[in-house]
């Protein structure tokens, strides 16, 4: 096993700690996204269940706005994180100018701008619920862009286009007796 393989390896096994972390927070998020979306529109209604108390009068929707961004991200990170883990075995198989990882590296790409742009659609849209039901908006859940992520989707493209090109070079070299 060569230096390279052996890093590869070693990241193959963080990426899948990652993975595994997001695909939990994933999970949990989410739901918490649709319980925090849906308890102060229901509020009403859930209290005529028998048993059922909720006092939501200290919620505001600020608190759906955190959960939501935060589902968002962890979405994004499983998605780049196995992509990302199935480029690393490419790697390590000595096979890595594949065009499946340029169009790896595409989706990662375009996965970290739609999380960007939808964590930025939440906070007007969340405002204009908590406008149309009365509710507070709060303190927190302002309107941010990441730029630092918008500039690791443009990486992620020129890393795309280099794995096209080098997977294209491979095929004409395969060819070439």
Not at 15 to 36: D, E, F, N, P, Q
Not at 100 to 128: C, G, Q, T
Not at 138 to 145: A, K, N, P
Request: hydrophobic letters at 55%; a negative charge.
């Amino acid at each position: 096993m060569t230096k390279k393989n052996k890093l590869a390896g070693f990241l193959s096994v963080i990426l899948r700690i990652i993975y595994i972390i997001s695909l939990v927070a994933m999970v949990v998020l989410g739901i918490l996204s649709v319980a925090t979306f849906f308890a102060a529109p229901l509020e009403g209604v859930l209290n005529r269940i028998h048993g059922v108390d909720l006092d939501l009068d200290d919620f505001v929707m600020s608190e759906f706005v955190d959960v939501a961004k935060s589902f968002i991200t962890a979405i994004m990170f499983v998605v780049v994180s196995r992509c990302l883990m199935v480029v690393l075995q490419t790697i390590s198989d000595g096979t890595p100018f594949e065009t499946d990882n340029a169009a790896r590296f595409s989706i990662i790409a375009k996965v970290v701008v739609y999380a960007e742009l939808a964590k930025f659609a939440v906070v007007p849209v969340s405002a204009l619920m908590a406008a149309l039901l009365g509710i507070d908006y709060g303190e927190g859940g302002e309107l941010s862009l990441n730029l630092t992520n918008f500039l690791g989707a443009g990486i992620a493209l020129v890393l795309a286009e280099s794995f096209r090109e080098g997977a294209r070079l491979r095929e004409e070299q395969e060819l070439t007796v």
